[in-house]
């Protein structure tokens, strides 16, 4: 199980931390040769390199050809993509404070970067006859929540997306899934700026504060760790979900209501 993706080339893109970087670590534990896209490097994406099991490629996937200048880079054969690349800023103003600029940046980021390094990278897989594509959404793809409005409508619409793509081209051997976390142990939840500190500012609140609150809203009590998308999405990539094709999972610890 441990090399069930040796010999593999797997893209992932936002891989310098949280769920990226752990979504290349497992992929290269699988056996992967990564090739991780970010716009700077971090001290365990550093290590991750190092070890000879990933290149890192510095880009920003919001500028033009950047998404066919990774493809190129990462070589002719591609044989897994985890489209992870996202932003979460928090909207304490509602939607009102949201500018037509903000709306644009997180669209381009949570959906178009997607759109365009599928673009780039699908054709090595249609020549292949296989591949897997797993694009990394959100609950709020279903759970709309005015206080992340444009994260949530880009999520939704890549949900859709995914969908669509599997079902032209899953005939011809490419496996199209997303996952959809709930909150997860990292810096965009937890980190300096992230959705617990801007939210505690415009609630009166400390960030352990609004950090509980959302724990204490899912059946597990606490939040996804990095490593749990991780191994999900692995799965997805590996033989062993083979017939899981159009499919949106969910990894959340019952924050979205069953009931």
């Not at 304490?92 to 404070?97: C, I, V």
Request: glycine content about 10%; hydrophobic content about 50%; overall charge negative.
């Amino acid at each position: 199980m441990a090399v069930e993706l040796q010999d593999r080339t797997a893209v992932v893109t936002g891989a310098s931390k949280g769920i990226g970087l752990a979504v290349a670590e497992a992929l290269a534990t699988a056996g992967a040769q990564v090739v991780a896209a970010a716009r700077t490097s971090t001290p365990g994406l550093d290590a991750l390199v190092k070890s000879g099991a990933a290149r890192w490629i510095p880009l920003d996937l919001t500028e033009p050809d950047s998404a066919e200048r990774l493809a190129a880079e990462a070589g002719l054969r591609i044989d897994v993509l985890v489209n992870n690349v996202g932003a979460a800023p928090a909207r304490p103003g509602g939607f009102l404070a949201v500018s037509d600029a903000e709306w644009r940046r997180t669209l381009d980021l949570n959906l178009f970067a997607t759109v365009a390094v599928t673009r780039a990278v699908l054709p090595r897989m249609l020549e292949e006859g296989r591949g897997s594509i797993v694009n990394i959404a959100s609950v709020n793809a279903e759970l709309p929540d005015p206080m992340v409005i444009d994260y949530g409508a880009a999520k939704a619409a890549l949900v859709n997306f995914s969908k669509a793509l599997s079902k032209e081209f899953g005939p011809r051997g490419v496996r199209v899934n997303s996952v959809s976390p709930g909150p997860v142990e990292t810096e965009l939840w937890l980190g300096g700026g992230g959705v617990a500190d801007t939210v505690s500012s415009a609630a009166g609140l400390s960030p352990e504060d609004v950090v509980a609150r959302a724990a204490a809203a899912t059946v597990s009590g606490r939040f996804s760790r990095a490593s749990e998308i991780a191994d999900l999405v692995v799965f997805l990539a590996g033989d062993r979900a083979a017939n899981i094709v159009g499919s949106d999972i969910r990894i959340d610890g019952g924050f979205v209501p069953t009931w």
